[in-house]
T-cell receptor, first 111, second 112 residues
Framework: DAKTTQPPSMDCAEGRAANLPCNHS???????VYWYRQIHSQGPQYIIH???NNETNEMASLIITEDRKSSTLILPHATLRDTAVYYC????????????FGKGTRLHILP | DGGITQSPKYLFRKEGQNVTLSCEQN?????MYWYRQDPGQGLRLIYY???????QKGDIAEGYSVSREKKESFPLTVTSAQKNPTAFYLC???????????FGPGTRLTVL
């Protein structure tokens, strides 16, 4: 079973910041939080990952709470191309064992 | 270009027939994965392999079989024992020291 819970869907206006939450209350000390997104009928694409510090790259920012039980993916200026399903998963980095995805959040960007 | 290829993109089979889905990667990754996705649902893990000649069952392995004879290839066979085989199938790979799991474009299987 997935170790994360996410809202099934969210809406965001184009040009605004999209904030996607994820709960992972049973995360272990050596597990990282990863985010992927899946545009319709394509394979998922990696976005970002982090352990406990906030992370930022050219696609998004990741904010992890101090207790590490939840996190938020931030798309700073959402565009229509950001319409996708976003998956939050937890796993140990640099390990290639079982990787489980949950149901994700379907993000709708409204024009 | 390095990446993962899955073929074909669309596949149709009659009920009761076994069918094999191809997955090839040239990323030199040790681990490979098969997921199934149903409409409006998330990804469910079928099988994964961490090394050649070894593989483990995921959460929904019943009715499926795999082989890993070469590092580059991880074919998935959907057998007649799989009750609801119509779905979108995704293959992925992961390097041992990498963080990013790479996905193929997927194969949409329809059983008539």
């Amino acid at each position: 079973d997935a170790k994360t819970t996410q809202p099934p869907s969210m809406d965001c206006a184009e040009g605004r910041a999209a904030n996607l939450p994820c709960n992972h209350s049973t995360i272990s000390g050596n597990e990282y939080v990863y985010w992927y997104r899946q545009i319709h009928s394509q394979g998922p694409q990696y976005i970002i990952h982090g352990l406990k510090n906030n992370e930022t790259n050219e696609m998004a920012s990741l904010i992890i709470t101090e207790d590490r039980k939840s996190s938020t993916l931030i798309l700073p200026h959402a565009t229509l191309r950001d319409t996708a399903v976003y998956y939050c998963i937890v796993r140990v980095a640099n390990r290639d064992d079982k990787i489980i995805f949950g149901k994700g959040t379907r993000l709708h960007i409204l024009p | 270009d390095g990446g993962i290829t899955q073929s074909p993109k669309y596949l149709f089979r009659k009920e009761g027939q076994n069918v094999t889905l191809s997955c090839e990667q040239n990323l030199n990754h040790d681990a490979m994965y098969w997921y199934r996705q149903d409409p409006g649902q998330g990804l469910r893990l079928i099988y994964y392999s961490q090394i050649v000649n070894d593989f483990q069952k995921g959460d929904i392995a019943e009715g499926y079989s795999v082989s890993r004879e070469k590092k580059e290839s991880f074919p998935l066979t959907v057998t007649s024992a799989q009750k609801n085989p119509t779905a979108f199938y995704l293959c992925a790979s992961l390097g041992r020291l990498q963080n990013e799991q790479f996905f193929g474009p997927g194969t949409r299987l329809t059983v008539l």
